[in-house]
């Protein structure tokens, strides 16, 4: 037997996700309910043809209290993140969302009725994927092989978890495994993939220069933000205004306590230090140049 659990990853938080928080309390209070509850009146809630109130109610109803912690440690990790870049009050609607398009896949590639919110999970984690591509994830480790019990913690870049957790499904479906909902689960993924991408690339959501998101690894963001410009001058040419060039937004930052403080060298090297180093200087192991680690 082997355990994995991934328990945080290393994303600056710059206002609290509240929206996240409630969100794990509603899907608790809604299990606690559905055990309560006779089995008549859950049936209109559960994802069985095209019926909106299950493509909905779905999202809030669990197997059981392992595939509930199982859902609430993912959503949490993934979730805070998420929730932290989109705002509070657009999180929940972007998590309903999610789910009913893993609820519509589902639904198109699969006649088995179906309950959980890890189809809205997985595209929650597919947004961090293009993100936090290369942000640090903390995880936990149990192997159980015979007598021989091991155990620890490990951090690892999340873009290993996200396509770990895309290559189960997709070995699922390929073999035609029953008892998860893998096309909820690629659905998912598929539609958070899509809406990451659209928010970036529209400003919606903005990126600050120390973050490197997925189009950074492939090298496409520089690109796209000096096609931007290019345009930006162009309209001030032709019509005389001043129409401002795209990039992040800036923020006060609070760093929590949990979190590193990422720093951007002068020679490109993103770094990251811990919060207890901060207001002290250190050296950039590229460049060997003097770094000031900024306060909170």
Known sequence: MFLLVPYRVDVPIYRWPIANYVLLAVLVICYILEQTAAVPAIE????????????????????????????????????????????????PFLFLGLGIAAGMAHLLFSDHPAIGASGAISGVMAMCLVWFPTNEISCFYFAWIFVFIRYGWFEV?????????????????????????????????????????????????????????????????????DRVARSARLSENLYGSQVPAPGPAARPMRIAPETTIPILCSCGQLLKAKREFAGRTGRCPACRARILIPKE
């Open 44 to 91: 209109p809630f559960v994802l069985n043809g095209w019926n909106p109130l299950g493509l909905i109610g779905h999202i809030f109803l669990h197997g059981g209290i392992l595939h509930l912690v199982g859902n609430m440690v993912f959503l949490w990790v993934f979730g805070n993140a998420v929730c932290e870049k989109v705002g509070n009050i657009a999180y």
């Open 157 to 225: 870049s999340s873009y290993w978890i996200m396509l770990l957790w895309l290559a189960f499904d997709i070995l699922g479906v390929a073999l035609g495994l029953g008892g998860i909902a893998y096309w909820a689960h690629l659905g998912g993924f598929a539609a958070g993939f899509a809406l990451a991408m659209l928010l970036m690339t529209v400003q919606l959501v903005s990126m600050d220069d120390t973050e490197r998101t997925l189009l950074d690894i492939f090298g496409l963001r520089r690109a796209w933000r």
